[in-house]
């Protein structure tokens, strides 16, 4: 049975548009003329011989020695035909699509790829990469360090720590004038400076904590790191040297996961006592958790 007539109407125009649609992809290069034609070489040609034939007929149909308008039209096609043959990376391309003129989509994509597809240096483009996420960073830092600091300036704790400062400041005498219930601003802003706001979270903005400024200092880092790895392994584990104060902290530390600025906040005293637990050991580290365990414990 034959189909429809309005079947056979849709299936004869999709057959004539894929016609259409694979004839510009086999042309897409030269239109409908074959670029090596343009040039009156054979496709197996040489680079010379291609820069060759181009410089003659250019020569022969430049507009300034020839004003015949088709000839003018031929210049343009002769142009173009030569900016594709003499990269050979469109050049591979064109004969691709010449020996494969069925793969419609793959031929386009190249074509366009190659013709605005960006060549830029992979160089420039890490460089201003990492400029913009730098900015970027650095802009949301200083946007979320601004925020906790408004956020605890609202706080009573450094209401009341911005008093005592004032009082210090003044020795001890307050201002009580009419309209001076609080703090003139100017001097407000001189005491808030003074206090040291540490906010865990929102540290103040720095550029060594850049991604651009660690990527440029990833080499020095980097030999940094192998010197304090080869120091280590040099006094303790070859010399079997005593740990150092420092080292010891830095271990002890590590063993219990502390941050570095909550293991700075805390008494000399408290560190001292961890630091002579050992606990960088594994067994001296399990009986300490021990111990926590059973004083939380009775504490209930």
């Known amino acids: 049975m034959a189909p429809p007539v309005t079947e056979r109407w849709c299936l004869a125009l999709i057959l004539l548009?894929?016609?259409?649609?694979?004839?510009?992809?086999?042309?897409?290069?030269?239109?409908?003329e074959d670029c090596y034609?343009?040039?009156?070489?054979?496709?197996?040609?040489?680079?010379?011989?291609?820069?060759?034939?181009?410089?003659?007929?250019?020569?022969?149909?430049?507009?300034?020695?020839?004003?015949?308008?088709?000839?003018r039209k031929l210049f343009v096609k002769i142009a173009t035909a030569y900016e594709i043959l003499k990269d050979n990376t469109t050049r591979a391309q064109y004969d691709y699509a010449i020996e494969h003129p069925e793969?419609?989509?793959?031929?386009?994509?190249?074509?366009?790829?190659?013709?605005?597809?960006?060549?830029?240096?992979?160089?420039?483009?890490?460089v201003g990469l990492l400029v913009v996420l730098s900015a970027f960073q650095y802009l949301n830092n200083v946007a979320r360090y601004n925020e906790a600091i408004a956020t605890v300036k609202r706080t009573p704790a450094y209401k009341n720590k911005l008093k005592a400062l004032e009082l210090e400041r003044t020795g001890g005498v307050t201002n009580k004038k009419k309209?001076?219930?609080?703090?003139?601003?100017?001097?407000?802003?001189?005491?808030?400076?003074?206090?040291?706001?540490?906010?865990?979270?929102?540290?103040?903005?720095?550029?060594?904590?850049?991604?651009?400024?660690r990527f440029i200092l990833l080499p020095y880092t980097i030999i940094k790191l192998l010197a304090w790895y080869s120091s280590w392994v040099w006094r303790y584990k070859i010399k079997k040297a005593p740990y150092s104060w420092e080292d010891a902290s830095y271990l002890t530390r590590r063993s219990l996961s502390v941050p570095a600025d909550a293991w700075a906040n805390l008494d000399e005293y408290r560190k001292e006592d961890l630091v002579q637990k050992r606990l960088w050991e594994k067994q001296n580290?399990?009986?300490?958790?021990?111990?926590?365990?059973?004083?939380?414990k009775r504490r209930r």
């Open 37 to 71: 034609a343009l040039l009156g070489v054979a496709q197996d040609a040489n680079a010379s011989d291609i820069k060759r034939s181009y410089y003659k007929l250019s020569l022969q149909h430049h507009p300034d020695k020839n004003p015949d308008p088709e000839s």
């Open 17 to 32: 548009f894929l016609s259409l649609f694979v004839q510009s992809s086999t042309a897409i290069y030269c239109g409908a």
């Open 103 to 126: 793969e419609v989509f793959y031929n386009t994509a190249q074509y366009y790829r190659a013709k605005y597809g960006h060549k830029s240096d992979p160089r420039a483009v890490l």
């Open 179 to 213: 309209g001076s219930k609080q703090i003139d601003q100017k001097l407000q802003e001189e005491l808030s400076n003074e206090l040291d706001l540490q906010i865990k979270g929102a540290e103040k903005p720095s550029v060594w904590e850049l991604l651009g400024v």
């Open 285 to 296: 580290l399990e009986n300490y958790f021990a111990e926590m365990r059973k004083e939380s």
